[in-house]
């Protein structure tokens, strides 16, 4: 019997993974850099190799090399910076495969799709407490995009009938204004921070996902096949829709949007979220902080913007505003720019983000780039829905105040602010979501 011979792919896949371990294990004992960062599918297939390449490249590591190591989903990168190799792997296999690879000391950095749940937490916290600035570590924001076909004549849905159709409440496109024709789900698997996103802020803990659902490792093989089937609906991230076509969503009484540069980068799309890289703060490695470092400055975030995701970079947008916008905000703002940045806070009414935090920054920045002055700006709060207009007033003021006052630490003096009260929510009044997103602070910069 003639025994089958390997296939080419299999030769080429085999012969790269020798290559790899001829580079790592020929230098010098001690004398290579190595990092690791596993995690999310979402940030590690292109977002996290292009920061790692950049980086390489700004500490004189050219050229980049870029292999693969025999393994599905994991990449490694090597530089020199003179003698010394400097070797990063890319583990993307899931958010939860890299919280258990920090834990486990397998890995540097963890990325995530989803922030960090309180008994992971707990876990670390023996080592490092994962919810410090030192820690964690906003790299991105993305959107979920909810994903049909084409052809599909459906343009917008609310999150409670995106939730209705995941479980299998609604099963016909015509229910929701579409064809007579079946619906077809496409989820992501159970590891991916991309489900997690999609679990809590769609379905939560009344909906469970019907059983009929095709799962996936990959976002962009979820779009394809999506792209590929009429009576298919499915979500990925933003950096995936390819050929799909991607609806507008809305929460609660706040207006139906696309997500676009503004509203991802302001997190008012409802599904909006943020990217994470998780590390042990103070205990890391150094070259684990620089490459972090890099990651939320200018050039990094410029990558992240280059690789389909949205950079945190400000940017000032004319925004158009929805028909419902009362005329008084019409008014505060015409002659205004809405900058690409929300303020929001971590707890109580006043306490800024982590996220925030950096986002100081990057204001302060924008100014001294685009030789602005601190009276161009404009702080506009805004409140969840309260008990009496008077005290959501008094919430959106301090809220505008409090990022005033962190702007002076800055040199970003006497900025003017305002409050808009519980008025133009971008989420369902209350409840832990709606609240996060309706309570924010807006920077507005005059238009030249």
């Given at each position: 019997?003639?025994?089958?011979?390997?296939?080419p792919r299999?030769?080429?896949?085999?012969?790269?993974?020798?290559?790899?371990?001829?580079?790592i294990?020929?230098?010098?004992?001690?004398?290579?850099?190595?990092?690791?960062?596993?995690?999310?599918?979402?940030?590690?297939?292109?977002?996290a190799?292009?920061?790692?390449?950049?980086?390489?490249?700004?500490?004189?590591?050219?050229?980049?090399?870029?292999?693969?190591?025999?393994k599905?989903?994991?990449?490694?990168?090597?530089?020199?910076?003179?003698?010394?190799?400097?070797?990063?792997?890319?583990?993307?296999?899931?958010?939860?495969?890299?919280?258990?690879?920090l834990?486990?000391k397998?890995?540097?950095?963890?990325?995530?799709?989803?922030?960090?749940?309180?008994?992971?937490?707990?876990?670390?916290?023996?080592?490092?407490?994962?919810?410090?600035?030192?820690?964690?570590?906003?790299?991105?924001i993305?959107?979920?995009?909810?994903?049909?076909?084409?052809?599909?004549?459906?343009?917008?849905?609310?999150?409670?009938?995106?939730?209705?159709?995941?479980?299998?409440?609604?099963?016909?496109?015509?229910?929701?204004?579409?064809?007579?024709?079946?619906?077809?789900?496409?989820?992501?698997?159970?590891?991916?921070?991309?489900?997690?996103?999609?679990?809590?802020?769609?379905?939560?803990?009344?909906?469970?996902?019907?059983e009929?659902?095709?799962?996936?490792?990959?976002?962009?093989?979820?779009?394809?096949?999506?792209?590929?089937?009429?009576?298919?609906?499915?979500?990925?991230?933003?950096?995936?829709?390819?050929?799909?076509?991607v609806?507008?969503?809305?929460?609660?009484?706040?207006?139906?949007?696309?997500?676009?540069?503004?509203?991802?980068?302001?997190?008012?799309?409802?599904?909006?979220?943020?990217?994470?890289?998780?590390?042990?703060?103070?205990?890391?490695?150094?070259?684990?902080?620089?490459?972090?470092?890099?990651?939320?400055?200018?050039?990094?975030?410029?990558?992240?913007?280059?690789?389909?995701?949205?950079?945190?970079?400000?940017?000032?947008?004319?925004?158009?505003?929805?028909?419902?916008?009362?005329?008084?905000?019409?008014l505060?703002?015409?002659?205004?720019?809405?900058?690409?940045?929300?303020?929001?806070?971590?707890?109580?009414?006043?306490?800024?983000?982590?996220?925030?935090?950096?986002?100081?920054?990057?204001?302060?920045?924008?100014?001294?780039?685009?030789?602005?002055?601190?009276?161009?700006?404009?702080?506009?709060?805004?409140?969840?829905?309260?008990?009496?207009?008077?005290?959501?007033?008094?919430?959106?003021?301090?809220?505008?105040?409090?990022?005033?006052?962190?702007?002076?630490?800055?040199?970003?003096?006497?900025?003017?602010?305002?409050?808009?009260?519980?008025?133009?929510?971008?989420?369902?009044?209350?409840?832990?979501?709606?609240?996060?997103?309706?309570?924010?602070?807006?920077?507005?910069?005059?238009?030249?």
């Amino acid at each position: 019997m003639m025994k089958k011979r390997p296939s080419p792919r299999f030769l080429q896949s085999t012969l790269t993974g020798m290559l790899c371990l001829f580079l790592i294990f020929s230098a010098p004992a001690g004398h290579a850099e190595k990092m690791e960062i596993h995690g999310s599918n979402t940030i590690g297939a292109r977002l996290a190799p292009m920061l790692v390449e950049g980086f390489l490249r700004s500490r004189g590591n050219d050229p980049v090399q870029t292999l693969g190591n025999g393994k599905l989903n994991e990449k490694l990168l090597i530089g020199n910076q003179g003698d010394i190799p400097l070797q990063i792997l890319v583990a993307a296999h899931g958010s939860s495969t890299g919280f258990r690879a920090l834990e486990a000391k397998s890995a540097d950095i963890w990325a995530s799709s989803r922030s960090v749940k309180p008994a992971e937490v707990q876990q670390m916290a023996g080592r490092a407490n994962l919810r410090d600035p030192e820690s964690e570590h906003v790299i991105a924001i993305d959107g979920l995009a909810v994903l049909v076909h084409p052809s599909n004549r459906v343009n917008q849905l609310s999150i409670d009938t995106l939730a209705r159709i995941f479980s299998g409440e609604i099963r016909n496109w015509s229910d929701v204004g579409g064809a007579n024709q079946p619906i077809n789900l496409y989820a992501r698997d159970d590891r991916s921070g991309t489900w997690d996103t999609f679990k809590s802020l769609v379905l939560g803990k009344r909906y469970p996902l019907h059983e009929s659902s095709r799962r996936y490792e990959s976002n962009n093989r979820l779009s394809d096949d999506v792209s590929a089937d009429p009576g298919g609906i499915g979500f990925s991230g933003l950096a995936s829709v390819r050929n799909s076509k991607v609806l507008a969503i809305s929460d609660g009484v706040a207006p139906a949007l696309k997500p676009s540069r503004l509203t991802v980068a302001s997190e008012d799309y409802p599904l909006s979220r943020r990217l994470f890289m998780y590390t042990l703060g103070d205990a890391a490695t150094a070259i684990t902080k620089d490459f972090v470092e890099f990651v939320l400055g200018k050039e990094g975030q410029s990558i992240v913007a280059e690789s389909g995701f949205v950079s945190q970079n400000p940017m000032a947008v004319k925004p158009d505003l929805a028909d419902s916008t009362p005329p008084t905000f019409k008014l505060l703002t015409q002659n205004y720019k809405r900058l690409t940045v929300n303020f929001r806070f971590s707890e109580g009414r006043t306490k800024l983000d982590n996220k925030a935090r950096r986002d100081l920054r990057r204001v302060a920045g924008y100014l001294n780039r685009e030789s602005r002055k601190a009276d161009d700006l404009m702080l506009i709060g805004f409140a969840d829905q309260q008990t009496n207009e008077l005290r959501a007033q008094m919430i959106s003021e301090l809220r505008a105040l409090s990022v005033r006052k962190a702007l002076s630490d800055f040199d970003v003096h006497d900025v003017r602010y305002t409050g808009y009260g519980q008025y133009m929510p971008v989420g369902m009044a209350g409840g832990k979501r709606g609240q996060r997103r309706n309570g924010r602070v807006e920077v507005w910069v005059r238009d030249r």
